[in-house]
């Protein structure tokens, strides 16, 4: 049986989830909590195999989630699960270490289907996503933009995007404030913007946010 802890803010995406591997012969959802923090608090205390998470989580986002837990629990999978854009978020996650990434309009077949397959160590990408990966479409200028951005840089412009101050992001990535600003002004180049409004406006744009 596989056990499954599912991570959202939303207490009818946690009970929806929960209710419908109920019945389920392979797979069981053992726990549901609604921040980041609450993920390693249930994880030190319970066996988990595979975790379903949001990327919008209050107190600690589930890239930066993502990342601690793969260092903590080597083991545990992780699949994260949102409505923001595949084409910029399945790659950074993968790259943080996330075994799938899932748009949160799937069905639900989809998702049983790759809570499998990452318990089996593979990796869980939609077929669009799997082209995205295997073919560079030159002519499309924000595919490029969505390569040229890191999965840190992806963070930092998330954090910003909600208005948070340096001081915050440094706090909640755990890095110091000269290195926010070394990721800023990154993306002020990689993006070609002079200042945060159009820094914003232009992730919008292609997506990114």
Do not use: C, W
Request: glycine letters at 4%; charged letters at 30%.
């Amino acid at each position: 049986m596989i056990k499954v802890l599912v991570v959202d803010y939303h207490p009818i995406v946690r009970t929806g989830l929960t209710l419908f591997f109920e019945s389920d012969p392979d797979i069981e959802v053992v726990g549901t909590v609604g921040t980041g923090v609450e993920i390693f608090e249930y994880i030190r205390r319970h066996p988990v195999d595979v975790v379903i998470s949001e990327i919008d989580l209050p107190e600690l986002n589930g890239i930066t989630a993502l990342r601690a837990i793969k260092k903590e629990h080597e083991k545990v999978k992780v699949i994260m699960f949102s409505f923001h854009p595949e084409e910029i978020y399945a790659i950074s996650s993968i790259k943080a270490g996330a075994s799938a990434y899932l748009s949160k309009t799937v069905e639900t077949e989809i998702i049983r289907d790759a809570i499998i397959k990452v318990h089996n160590g593979d990796i869980y990408l939609s077929a669009k996503m799997e082209k995205h990966l295997h073919y560079d479409d030159t002519r499309n200028s924000k595919s490029k933009l969505y390569k040229r951005l890191s999965t840190r840089e992806v963070e930092v412009l998330k954090l910003l995007s909600i208005g948070k101050k340096n001081k915050e992001i440094a706090l909640e990535l755990d890095i110091n404030e000269k290195t926010v600003s070394t990721y800023k002004a990154r993306l002020f180049k990689k993006l070609n913007v002079t200042n945060l409004v159009d820094l914003i406006h232009q992730a919008q744009h292609i997506g990114t946010i």
